[in-house]
């Protein structure tokens, strides 16, 4: 039925998520200034304060190319270079757009997508689709996914009653109970 990561345990994604992974955003890099010709400099990843991983990179004819360490299951570090094509993209109404071309190969295909951003969640830096990457929101359980949180169930709910206008205090009422029922679920 499936694809390889469709499969779900226990109402859980196997997919990883984006979130949990280091991105490299060009619009970011492109506000920073980092998309000159002949730009070289850095970028850093933090969490509270502290630094958990960075790269250094610089413009060259074709994109960027960046260079870090990478270290797989507490192997050995691995020095990779990854040269990264940028393209410009003209906009609507003037100016232009850059966009990363992802250097990803999938089943000795060339992936090739137009992405803002590329994700650290390998060795190399490359688009979700490559990664089979799924978005947090992506992940959510059985019931959230059907009822669309507690506030859109609450609604349906009420509008199932035939409530069709409800106070702020009733629908917070009920808010608060589905909320408590759901998180005992788990």
């Known amino acids: 039925m499936g694809g390889f990561g469709s499969t779900r345990w226990n109402w859980v994604s196997t997919k990883g998520t984006v979130e949990a992974n280091l991105p490299l955003d060009i619009n ?5 200034g980092c998309l000159g010709p002949g730009y070289g400099g850095g970028w850093e990843w933090t969490r509270d304060g502290e630094q958990v991983a960075s790269l250094r990179f610089w413009r060259d004819a074709n994109g960027f190319v ?3 360490r990478v270290r797989r299951q507490g ?4 020095n990779v270079e990854q040269s990264t094509r ?3 993209v003209p906009c609507r109404f003037g100016g232009s757009r850059p966009y990363f071309v992802c250097p990803g ?3 000795g295909i060339a992936c090739g997508h ?3 951003k590329l994700h650290g969640a390998g060795t190399y830096f490359l688009c979700r689709h490559c990664y089979r990457l799924a978005y947090a929101s992506q992940r959510e359980d059985r019931m959230t996914e059907r009822c669309g949180g507690p506030i859109r169930f609450a609604c349906s709910l009420a509008e199932s009653r035939g409530l069709r ?3 702020l205090v009733d629908l917070r009422g009920c808010i608060t109970g589905l909320t408590s029922a759901f998180n005992s679920l788990y």
């Open 28 to 32: 970011r890099l492109n506000r920073a």
């Open 66 to 68: 960046l260079s870090y």
């Open 75 to 78: 192997g050995e570090w691995q």
């Open 86 to 88: 940028i393209v410009w």
């Open 105 to 107: 190969i999938v089943n």
């Open 114 to 116: 137009r992405v803002t």
């Open 165 to 167: 206008r409800f106070s």
